[in-house]
């Protein structure tokens, strides 16, 4: 990308951090990427931390929550006045969770909090150790088993956006429906949050970003708005694909935004 990016001030609001376990690169580097692709701005939005039970290989510890937040900041300081930094979070809808959740959350002064539902149960239905599940699995009972959960997320009030709708589409499993997905759409609506776009699906086996294109148009039709983010896990991901990203939502009619302070800005 170019400096078109910059002057349109596009930021890439997903990025992950090594604290999660299975991401490379420092904060630093993921910046200087953003930079040398042209874009405005960041925000850092790693795994947040859960209890000790839940996905523990996957996420930063308690623990580490101070020194994520160190490291961002530091970033933000080094690259003062020509990269925007801000500080987020990859939050976990998981139901008997959200007390939790809302500790972290007040824990420190975020930008912006993704809600993400990785778990149909003790199932982690993205991770590719347990993708042979699905051949045990009805589709349709899944897909509405997950936008169940992503409704709750909705409704929670513990976040701003959901993170890559269609998810379990990861490994090529479609939903066979799709009355689902348009009533979580109408609760994302309601309750006034955005959803991620999230060009990470386009390096997955689907070959599709998160959501897919029929999703966004349903989307910007109720008027829910975009954030950008590449998901990235490596500084080379970063401001992955962002401008076939702005071709779709352009198409759709769909307004791009980010967060400062949890506020929602235009993008």
């Not at 990861?170 to 939903?175: I, Q, S, W």
């Not at 897919?212 to 954030?227: E, S």
Request: with cysteine; proline share 5%; aromatic share 10%.
């Amino acid at each position: 990308m170019g400096t078109d990016s910059l002057r349109a001030g596009l930021f890439d609001s997903h990025l992950h951090t090594p604290l999660c376990g299975h991401a490379s690169g420092s904060p630093r580097a993921y910046v200087q990427a953003a930079l040398e692709a042209g874009l405005a701005g960041v925000v850092f939005t790693d795994h947040m931390p859960m209890p000790a039970w839940y996905d523990a290989p996957w996420r930063m510890r308690r623990d580490q929550l101070d020194e994520y937040v160190a490291l961002v900041l530091e970033a933000r300081a080094a690259f003062a006045g020509r990269v925007e930094v801000r500080l987020g979070l990859e939050a976990d809808f998981h139901p008997g969770t959200e007390r939790y959740v809302a500790e972290v959350l007040a824990a420190h002064p975020w930008d912006y909090v993704i809600g993400s539902v990785h778990y149909l149960g003790a199932w982690g239905f993205d991770n590719p150790e347990f993708q042979s599940e699905y051949a045990a699995r009805d589709l349709g009972e899944l897909y509405g088993q997950y936008y169940a959960l992503v409704e709750g997320a909705a409704r929670s009030g513990l976040f701003d956006s959901i993170g890559h709708l269609d998810l379990p589409k990861k490994f090529g499993h479609r939903d066979p429906g799709g009355t689902a997905a348009l009533r979580a759409l109408d609760v994302v609506a309601e309750r006034g949050l955005s959803l991620d776009f999230n060009t990470a699906g386009w390096r997955k086996p689907v070959a599709e970003a998160y959501p897919a294109v029929n999703l966004v148009q349903a989307a910007a039709a109720r008027g829910v708005p975009f954030v950008l983010g590449s998901d990235a896990h490596a500084p080379g991901e970063v401001g992955h694909r962002f401008a076939e990203a702005l071709e779709i939502l352009g198409g759709a009619g769909a307004r791009v935004v980010t967060y400062r302070g949890r506020e929602r800005q235009d993008g």
